[in-house]
């Protein structure tokens, strides 16, 4: 297929997965934020949901000080903001438009009226009364949207791309949210065993949909070593590191004409192996900042590989 | 011809005595049928097709509008009724006459211009015209087809006779309309179908494609069709996207392509593949920085080389634009005569050329009745409709005439066939026009009707899209 179609329809899926995983970031937080706590704290925490996306100087530059609603607003419906929820769903709906000559007819429509419908639920002030019913809304619709795409597309390249865009984009976030507590607090101790950091950690695994699945897989009390685990490790957690990358090397197979030659199946491989075959232990948790620091720069790193190999070349 | 009759409608009889109005015979069911509906539930069917449209994401582009403006082109529910024996009629009409343009384009790049050596034509009405392309001169086309697809605009006046008000031989918009007006109103009215029997349009894509294979160039066993677009900012993309996925071909960008060696590829992700025929939906000057406009990257870096060398059909060819300037057009009829020995069948308006010293000190002095137009214009733009212009615009625009009498023409202002439209008050008749869109490659062919586009203003003529225009389902309507 054309490199600049596949370009639009990784980008379309990546577009997408960043919005719900947005979404999620906030969501998650919101809830956080009506347990008691002290003001600093929650401050803090809204800070770190800036610093993930890497937008604390952008929010500062058009706001004075920190505060939940306006944090909300900014991430979700401020179309100056290019990681804004409204954002994401704009330049994905940018991209699928340009390609719907390989979308299913479905699938167009899934994302074009997701684009419609989130700027009239933004456009109207109520939202703000409630901003978890929006949240819960662009959950269903990234749902929708990838549940379209694998129950309609043809399993052909434009699949696989899309794929291969949804995946990279998740491993990337869950490395994010892994490291918040370091962002949050400077410190990314995972053997730390406050009692008021239940519901930190609890947040973050709810912000991954990964509640139930911890005490399902541990039938233990949650410790930041074992949440590592959950999320780098166990390749049946859909959201860990791993799965994401077992899903990127089988959509890569499927792409690349020949597998010894192929930069971005070597890119990705090195790092499945290395993720598969860490241990997780005590004597790895103060690394794992710095482990998670590396992680993203290699997914940013196979990004670009994909784009060179594959795509259109990312300008420098 | 006159403005104060009432002009002749698509689907009614000229008023009775009492000022009602019948059906005419072809579409008294029909008449009957849309009489019977509640107004409630029209209203409804209205808003129905409004969200289909939008859903399908059937909207045109506003240029210099915030992203995501679309707009929907209004869409009529009551059909546009052709009767079998008038499209018959039409249909051999047109099929001449895009004849004829194919061959006076042949002549022209190919033969010498055996027309103009025979005084039918001026010469430096061709070789003078900014429209004229030396630059494929002596290019030997498949087939000889240059123009691939017509879009023929017809209006009718009087009692209902058929003109040509223009040909669009460059890149002709507005076939997507035609065929997603049928499918929305078979979505909408099923029974309707099931009670006429309206000649099919959809198989319209599959045509094209035919069409476009058959002018490969010799040798190509399976040849590779795409669709070349501007880009999602051009105001027709959806129809760009829309054509190829119904052709299952790919749309690209001229940046997708490149050429090597005198051949035309496409990048993909598994590396080049080699282009055949390109449906361009791009202007001749910006396909080609390197022999067009240099600043324009919209094209592809060697393709009229490519081109000239036959080693790919690009459809329309280049040049086309000669054969339907508005200056060219009087002279129509003659090459029907010229190349096919044929009267022609349907007539053109008659036209006055401005830069003809007779001619021009005639639409001088009846200005306020006239139509005068820019040879080079298109979209409703650049033009003076006499009867609906106020004292000063027409003066406005004897000073431009004046300043350059060769770049207009002028016409009488016909007495457009109306059609019954539903607008606020009602059902009131409303101005429409009609474009047949006809394929050319080893033979010609078209599917039957066209895109109806009407004029939502009251007394408007302008049925452009641009200008506030609708459209209509068209049908071609046998008996049951």
């Known amino acids: 297929m054309l490199s600049r179609l596949a370009d639009h329809l990784f980008w379309m899926s990546r577009y997408i997965e960043r919005a719900e995983n947005t979404t999620r970031m906030l969501d998650v937080q919101h809830q956080a934020s009506m347990l008691p706590g002290g003001q600093a704290m929650a401050n803090n925490a809204w800070r770190a949901v800036l610093e993930l996306s890497e937008l604390e100087e952008r929010y500062r530059a058009s706001h004075d000080e920190i505060a939940s609603d306006r944090v909300i607003g900014f991430m979700s419906a401020d179309a100056s903001n290019p990681s804004s929820i409204l954002s994401c769903l704009t330049a994905a709906r940018e991209n699928a438009r340009a390609v719907r000559v390989v ?36 959950k269903l619709r990234s749902h929708l949207c990838r549940g379209v795409m694998i129950g309609t597309m043809l399993k052909d390249e434009a699949y696989f791309f899309s794929r291969i865009g949804t995946f990279l984009e998740r491993a990337d976030n869950t490395a994010r949210i892994l490291d918040v507590k370091y962002l949050a607090h400077g410190s990314g101790d995972f053997q730390d065993k406050d009692r008021a950091d239940f519901y930190f950690w609890a947040s973050v695994l709810r912000s991954v949909s990964a509640f139930e699945i911890y005490r399902k897989v541990y039938r233990d009390v949650i410790t930041p070593l074992k949440i590592a685990e959950l999320l780098i490790q166990r390749a049946d957690m859909p959201r860990s590191l791993l799965a994401c990358l077992n899903e990127l090397m089988i959509n890569l197979r499927a792409v690349a004409s020949e597998e010894a030659s192929s930069a971005s199946l070597r890119v990705a491989g090195r790092l499945q192996a290395e993720v598969q075959y860490l241990s997780i232990d005590a004597k790895f948790a103060p690394e794992i900042h710095a482990f998670l620091t590396r992680f993203l720069s290699e997914t940013h790193f196979l990004g670009a590989k994909i784009s060179e190999e594959f795509l259109v070349p990312i300008a420098a | 011809m006159s403005l104060h009759e009432v002009p002749v409608d698509e689907l009614l009889a000229q008023p009775m005595a009492d000022g009602s109005r019948p059906a005419k015979p072809h579409v008294e069911k029909l008449w009957k049928w849309l009489e019977s509906q509640p107004p409630e539930l029209l209203e409804q069917a209205k808003q129905d097709a409004d969200l289909l449209f939008r859903r399908a994401g059937i909207t045109f582009n506003v240029y210099g509008d915030e992203a995501g403006a679309e707009r929907l082109i209004p869409f009529d529910l009551i059909p546009r009724v052709l009767a079998a024996e008038e499209w ?147 105001s027709a993309y959806f129809e760009h996207a829309y054509l190829a996925q119904q052709m299952g071909v790919e749309l690209v960008e001229g940046s997708d392509l490149f050429v090597s060696d005198q051949r035309v590829y496409a990048k993909t992700t598994r590396g080049p593949r080699r282009i055949d025929v390109i449906y361009r939906r ?35 060819a280049i040049g086309t634009g000669i054969a339907d300037d508005k200056a060219v057009y009087p002279y ?149």
């Open chain 1, 103 to 138: 979308l299913a007819p479905d699938l167009w429509e899934a994302v074009n009226s997701t684009f419609l419908e989130a700027k009239t639920m933004l456009r109207h002030p109520s939202w703000v009364r409630d901003p978890s019913r929006f949240f819960e809304w662009v």
């Open chain 2, 332 to 480: 129509v009829p003659e090459m029907i005569r010229f190349y096919l020995s044929e009267e022609p069948i349907l007539s053109n308006v008659p036209t006055h050329l401005c830069r003809r010293p007779d001619d021009l000190r005639y639409v001088l002095d009846h200005l306020p009745e006239l139509v005068v137009k820019e040879t080079h214009g298109a979209g409703g733009y650049g033009m003076l409709i006499g009867p609906t212009s106020s004292k000063a615009q027409i003066e406005e625009f004897r000073a431009r005439l004046l300043a350059n009498p060769a770049n207009y023409i002028a016409q009488p202002t016909l007495a457009l066939s109306t059609c019954p439209t539903m607008v606020e008050e009602g059902i009131a008749p409303r101005h429409v026009d009609l474009r047949p869109f006809v394929l050319s490659g080893r033979e010609i062919a078209m599917v039957p009707g066209g895109l109806t586009r009407v004029a939502l203003k009251k007394n408007s003529l302008v049925v452009n899209s641009s200008q506030g225009g609708g459209t209509k389902d068209t049908w071609v309507l046998h008996h049951a």
């Open chain 2, 282 to 316: 791009i202007d001749d000057d910006f396909l080609d920085p390197l022999v067009f406009r240099a600043d324009s990257a919209l094209g592809v870096p060697g393709l009229v080389s490519a081109f000239r060398e036959g080693r790919v059909t690009i459809c329309n």
């Open chain 2, 88 to 234: 018959n009629q039409l249909e051999r009409g047109l099929h001449q006459r895009v004849a004829a343009l194919n061959a006076f384009l042949e002549d022209i790049y190919n033969q010498g211009g055996q027309i103009i050596k025979a005084g039918l034509i001026p010469p430096e009405l061709i070789y003078a015209n900014s429209q004229y392309r030396p630059e494929v001169s002596g290019i030997k086309l498949p087939h000889q087809v240059w123009a691939h697809i017509s879009g023929i605009d017809i209006v009718r006046a009087g009692q209902g006779e058929f003109y040509v008000l223009e040909d669009n031989l460059r890149v002709p918009s507005g076939v997507s309309y035609m065929i997603e007006d049928r499918k929305v109103m078979m979505r909408l009215f099923p029974d309707l179908f099931a009670r006429h029997a309206v000649a099919p349009v959809e198989h319209y894509p599959d045509l094209l494609l035919e069409k476009l294979r058959s002018v490969a160039p010799a040798g190509v066993e399976d040849p590779t069709v795409v669709i070349l677009t501007p880009g999602v900012f051009n």
